[in-house]
């Protein structure tokens, strides 16, 4: 399903924009980087407050996980099949919902042609985005087509609707824009302190960005989103951080936190696994897959899989309640 609007990118982000009392600059593009929210000398809004609840027992929320995914290819179809007969309540990326395929228009296509139903369907939409660096800089992307299709996106904590929180049964998921100005990432940590710092007590709480800040490449980690860079991931009580960007499947495991690059959606642009892995390093996959998510009032499981592929090669996690250590 296709899903077309008749809203221009434009205008959508000049209302973005006018609602918050500034200026568009004429000359900015659609393909341009990251504005800066700081720049625009916003007061600095009240972190959404997180709805997930804990679950009693028995009961489970099953979500998927999408990333580098928008190649309009079989890969893609494949993969939107697999993760549909899942039935998920919600389907999240970790960015590149375009990915500078030829003939494969951003958004409209790249997302519409595969997920379509789960933007605007029925049950209204449900599928919620991280930002890559490709859907700012693709031709015919950007940041305002990427709003003008996605205008269901909160803009409670970033009016650009960049970084954002979404809940379902016990599960928070928050998700930050790593291509985001410098200036900007103290906005993006004091949301995610404050949201985090409202869960209910006994829920899930998984944040998703698109660059990795632990991996083997082949792309270079983002040093800046790393816990000593004021990123406190662990100690503010997040459980699982979920990226994108390299078109593998690893699982990197750093002070007892899983950051777990979710794969590639889409064949054309698959890659091979580093020769060389990061310390910490569990595991590594090729090929396209997705991830479901499951969490229950015991555990939280992530388990990848690759579309026609054997059940018994998928790369399961388990994350137990009780294996659980909270920080001040």
């Known amino acids: ?9 434009a205008l959508v982000l000049m209302t973005l924009w006018g609602t918050a009392g500034c200026t568009l600059v004429s000359s900015w593009s659609q393909n341009a980087s990251a504005p800066s929210a700081t720049s625009t000398s916003l007061p600095l809004r009240p972190a959404s407050r997180p709805l997930a609840q804990a679950s009693t027992p028995g009961q489970k929320t099953t979500v998927a996980v999408i990333s580098d995914f928008g190649q309009c ?171 994108g960007h390299q078109h593998v499947l690893e699982d990197v495991v750093v002070d007892g936190l899983h950051y777990v690059t979710v794969g590639v959606g889409g064949q054309t ?10 310390l910490g390093s569990l595991t590594c996959m090729e090929g396209v897959g997705a991830a479901r998510l499951v969490t229950t009032d015991q555990a939280l499981s992530l388990e990848y899989r690759q579309p026609g592929a054997d059940p018994g090669s998928a790369y399961r996690l388990e994350i137990p309640r009780s294996s659980l250590t909270r920080g001040s």
């Open 269 to 278: 642009l698959v890659r091979p696994c580093p020769p060389v892995r990061a």
């Open 73 to 243: 290819d079989d890969g893609e179809q494949q993969v939107a099949d697999m993760v549909r007969s899942w039935d998920p309540a919600l389907i999240f990326s970790a960015g590149d919902n375009s990915q500078g395929v030829e003939g494969c228009v951003p958004f409209i296509e790249s997302v519409g042609a595969y997920y379509g139903d789960y933007v605007d369907g029925p049950d209204g939409p449900r599928l919620y985005p991280a930002l890559g660096n490709h859907d700012y800089e693709d031709e015919g992307a950007g940041l305002a087509a990427y709003r003008a299709y996605f205008d269901y996106l909160e803009t409670d904590d970033d009016f650009l609707g960049r970084w954002h929180l979404k809940s379902i049964g016990d599960l928070n998921v928050y998700l930050l824009d790593s291509n985001a100005p410098a200036d900007d990432m103290p906005l993006q940590q004091h949301f995610l302190r404050s949201a985090l710092g409202q869960a209910a007590p006994n829920t899930w709480n998984v944040v998703i960005f698109h660059h990795p800040p632990f991996t083997s490449g082949p792309h270079d980690p983002r040093l800046d989103m790393r816990p000593e860079a004021g990123w406190n991931f662990k100690e503010w009580g997040v459980d699982l951080v979920i990226n």
């Open 1 to 9: 399903m296709t899903r077309r609007r008749s809203t221009s990118a």
